[in-house]
């Protein structure tokens, strides 16, 4: 599966952005996909996942309220809505497919595969 993340840029603090994660395989409708995040100078860290039919998804405590994620799967694509942004929010955003959903699924050491990232950058 590959998978080609899009949608970053600028914004400023209170603003929204939508992330688009587009996946190669038709397998994808079978598949947890996660949004990952890293900043700077910090580890990647788990940001929303979402279960293969949508009715199941998970969020890190700092993005509850603010980011939605959702998927098409008639597209092969997960988006991730994100609004009311902060500064904290700045890093490079990945996505990310899984294809167990067992355990801790929407984790970092479930994902099979990975995209490349986009810059997400929040002024202040």
């Known amino acids: 599966v590959q998978l080609q993340a899009s949608g970053g840029g600028f914004v400023q603090t209170g603003g929204s952005l939508r992330l688009s994660c587009e996946a190669s395989?038709?397998?994808?409708?079978?598949?947890?996909m996660g949004w990952f995040r890293q900043a700077p100078g910090k580890e990647r860290e788990s940001v929303a996942a979402i279960s293969w039919s949508g009715m199941t998804t998970y969020y890190e405590d700092s993005v509850k309220g603010r980011f939605t994620i959702s998927r098409d799967n008639a597209e092969n694509t997960v988006y991730l809505q994100m609004s009311s942004l902060k500064p904290e929010d700045t890093a490079v955003y990945y996505c990310?497919?899984?294809?167990?959903?067992?355990?801790?699924?929407?984790?970092?050491?479930?994902?099979?595969?990975w995209g490349k990232g986009t810059q997400v950058t929040v002024s202040s």
């Open positions: 990310a497919a899984n294809q167990d959903y067992v355990g801790r699924w929407w984790a970092e050491d479930a994902m099979d595969y």
């Open positions: 395989a038709r397998s994808f409708r079978y598949a947890v």
